[in-house]
């Protein structure tokens, strides 16, 4: 029994249960911008990925880390309300507790 | 000679006198209604007739009882049960606290697993993470129940207790209790229904449906300081804290809330009918306003919902600058964005129905809420949405 968790942890991932995955870095993966948005509490990842995505072409892919509790949710509801389509999300601890997707414009 | 030191709250009490009385619009009802005049009258007669021990058999103890059990009497005729199987409890919260503790220990021999929503409000997951192992059943993304599931989940055989909302705090979107009430008899599991939202509001279905019930008094403008747990004689339960002359909730509850909150509920109640059809015209209102503003997500069920409650998201947007701003327009409302609650998590209930979470506005509507102010609060939204838009520099997104 443990007391201590909030609301959204509901929904959230317990550490054990979530496999551990490396970050890949920027150069080795297939996207066409990589967005961190690392520290930047919501709606700003939601901003960036927004302005971000004006500047590329249909079809180009997204890929963006982020580790405001409100990513994991956020970024899906806004590529689904802008019509792109969206990963699954894959959890990292880079130690801090990270969400990555990666979003294909349409 | 010095003066006594005047304290705060007699401070406070003197300022708030002397003011002049602004109407704040009241769109954050939800668990925190207005009390009612009505309430008011019945709280101040209770406090002075009410102030003995109910239990003591002088005539100042006699007329405390008769104010309790009248009290009684009228919550157990209303939510269609006798009337010792009504509860007075010190809140919502710990009615429901203290009836799933006692609900899981009565069935420990059966099973320690809790079948609950993934929108249930947090006292309730809180108390089964605590009190059992959770089996939280997905929503869809207008925030219903996945019936498959919960059916599932209550016959797998170790189920303590199952429990659904009758209608959702958050969003409004009602269950089908009903068909989970029966789903939930046929494996002999209990089933408690939270109508916190809902008393008041709509008809609730017929007490043979359900073995516990919790209600909250401050959401139909009953006041603070007291929630209902309406708990049928014949379920098995068994008490997680000491043996107190107060059977459910030890140290009792206040007599001229107790009070305040039975002659409440049923002024409510005769007034729900005509209402209810106003709020929910009101909100199909503001629900369409909202829609029509660019990149504004409205979530829940545009039909069958509580009449009175409306959420919506706007992209881009800080919840806490829209709650702000539409503060500073006269109207207070709630939000389930990460930066206005206390853990800087998002709401778990929007989180659970896959919608955005950011720039999110919680409309419920007070029983004193007029056209007008609706009216006037349509008129403001798009201004308010615009202006905090335009603050965060995203209006050219």
Request: net charge negative.
């Amino acid at each position: 029994m443990s007391p201590n968790y909030s609301d959204a942890s509901v929904n959230r991932p317990r550490t054990h249960e979530t496999p551990l995955v490396p970050v890949p870095s920027a150069r080795d993966d297939q996207s066409d911008y990589f967005l961190d948005a690392t520290d930047m509490r919501c709606p700003l990842p939601i901003i960036k990925m927004a302005r971000v995505a004006r500047e590329l072409t249909p079809g180009s892919r997204m890929r963006v880390i982020a580790t405001d509790p409100a990513a994991e949710f956020d970024i899906p509801a806004w590529a689904r309300l802008k019509e792109h389509l969206c990963s699954e999300p894959v959890f990292v601890h880079t130690p801090v507790w990270t969400v990555e997707f990666t979003v294909t414009l349409q | 000679m010095s003066s006594a030191p005047v304290s705060s709250t007699s401070e406070h009490l003197a300022s708030t006198a002397s003011q002049v009385p602004v109407k704040q619009v009241n769109f954050d009802a939800q668990g925190n209604s207005r009390i009612s005049q009505l309430g008011r009258s019945a709280y101040a007669q209770a406090l002075e007739d009410g102030w003995a021990d109910f239990r003591r058999l002088h005539a100042q103890g006699r007329k405390a009882r008769r104010i309790y059990d009248a009290s009684r009497e009228t919550v157990a005729s209303i939510l269609g049960v006798r009337t010792e199987e009504i509860h007075f409890a010190p809140s919502a919260t710990a009615a429901f606290h203290n009836a799933l503790g006692a609900l899981s220990l009565g069935r420990s021999r059966v099973g320690n697993t809790a079948v609950v929503g993934s929108t249930e409000r947090s006292a309730v997951l809180n108390a089964a993470r605590h009190y059992a192992q959770p089996s939280i059943i997905p929503v869809t993304r207008s925030g219903s129940i996945d019936l498959d599931q919960f059916t599932h989940a209550v016959s797998v055989g170790s189920v303590a207790w199952a429990l659904s909302h009758v209608g959702n705090h958050e969003v409004g979107t009602l269950q089908d209790v009903e068909q989970l009430a029966r789903v939930s008899r046929a494996s002999s599991v209990p089933f408690v229904l939270d109508a916190a939202a809902s008393v008041g509001h709509i008809a609730l279905p017929a007490a043979e449906h359900w073995d516990a019930l919790v209600a909250q008094p401050s959401d139909w403008g009953g006041g603070n300081g007291v929630g209902v747990l309406a708990l049928k004689a014949r379920t098995r339960t068994r008490s997680i804290w000491p043996e107190d002359q107060d059977l459910w909730f030890p140290g009792g509850t206040s007599l001229p809330a107790v009070f305040a909150a039975a002659v409440t509920l049923e002024e409510s109640v005769r007034a729900m009918e005509e209402r209810s059809t106003l709020q929910r015209r009101w909100i199909d209102e503001i629900r369409n306003a909202a829609a029509q503003i660019p990149d504004v997500e409205v979530v829940g069920d545009p039909h069958n919902r509580l009449p009175h409650i409306l959420t919506f998201s706007c992209l881009y947007v800080d919840g806490e600058a829209l709650t702000t701003e539409l503060d500073k327009y006269g109207f207070s409302v709630g939000s389930g964005s990460a930066c206005t609650s206390a853990t800087l998590e998002p709401s778990h209930v929007l989180a659970a129905m896959g919608v955005l979470t950011h720039g999110n506005v919680r409309i419920s509507l007070d029983w004193d809420v007029t056209q007008d102010d609706v009216d006037r609060f349509i008129s403001v939204l798009p201004r308010a949405v615009a202006s905090v838009r335009a603050l965060m520099g995203v209006d050219d997104l």
